[in-house]
């Protein structure tokens, strides 16, 4: 992988961007605290505004680091303040392998946003950061994530039983991946 760090992309109606200090009140209000967002996440709804400063603090300490990958989900009629987030949660470079997690507000919920970022994702870490193999999953109880990951060419792998936990405990998962050479053929077909 050639590590390009967290650049902004844009698509037809969202800018992917880095976060600031000064999105931490519309992270907290669009997303952050709401238990419903975060029921199937591993960290809890922030209490506070200062809660979610605090976080974006060490994401933007972090963004010296090329092998960093934090956007703010921004919709572009939302005025540039972000309404989700997408990130790479986990990462392995010897198999050239990325996970992405996100999370977006629920008013903007089944609006094809999130499928939008992800599919920008997917583009910009197969074709410029090498990245052979996209990996998500999602809780069982959250069908809904999948379908965003099936929307975006990703591959129903399997279902690990108790195998994660999140904000609802022990739970099973759906597993989900892109390799690059499937990507390509897809594109080249179009």
Known sequence: ?????????????????????????????????????????????????????????????????????????????????????????????????????????????????TSEALSALIKFFIEEVGVNRIEAHHDTRNPNSGKVMMKCGMKYEGTMRAADWNNLGICDYCQYALLACDHIKAVQST
């Open 1 to 113: 992988m050639r590590h390009l760090g967290t650049k902004t992309i844009e698509t037809k109606r969202l800018v992917l961007r880095r976060f600031t200090i000064d999105d931490a009140a519309a992270m907290y209000d669009n997303w952050a605290r709401d238990p419903e967002v975060t029921k199937f996440l591993t960290w809890p709804p922030h209490s506070c505004p200062e809660i979610s400063q605090r976080v974006l603090q060490d994401w933007v300490d972090q963004y010296d680091l090329d092998d960093f990958y934090q956007w703010a989900i921004v919709f572009k009629e939302n005025d540039n303040a972000p309404i989700g987030s997408i990130s790479v949660v986990h990462k392995n470079d010897k198999t050239n392998t990325i996970e992405i997690g996100y999370c977006i507000g629920r008013q903007w919920w089944r609006r094809g946003i």
